[in-house]
């Protein structure tokens, strides 16, 4: 039988601002580059950091909860504008902390 997934946890947030900073510059860029620059793509940014901040300043650190929080909370989004929606924001954001925590992505490993 197949192992489950171990969780991930976050270190403790030592300046959430600065991290929801960090997660919309680092969320803003990445739409850019996946598709086409486009003004929803900075507004989709700043507001999936908001939910971000939000649940990291409520002392949420595990990587699973903060996904869920933001698949969640951007279904109230208006995706009309843009190509992308609040799966493809909330994956976009596991994957960007997991890269800044040098953690593989890859292959469930």
Request: charged residues 25%.
């Amino acid at each position: 039988m197949a192992e489950p997934i171990k969780a991930i946890t976050l270190p403790a947030a030592e300046n959430p601002q600065q991290e929801g900073e960090w997660l919309k510059a680092s969320l803003h860029k990445w739409l850019n580059q996946e598709f086409i620059p486009e003004q929803v793509n900075e507004d989709i940014a700043k507001r999936a950091a908001q939910i971000f901040v939000r649940h990291r300043m409520e002392g949420e650190n595990d990587l699973g909860s903060l996904v869920i929080a933001i698949v969640t909370e951007m279904q109230a989004f208006d995706f009309s504008q843009s190509f992308y929606g609040e799966f493809a924001i909330a994956n976009a954001v596991s994957d960007l902390l997991l890269d800044s925590l040098g953690i593989e992505r890859c292959c469930g490993q």
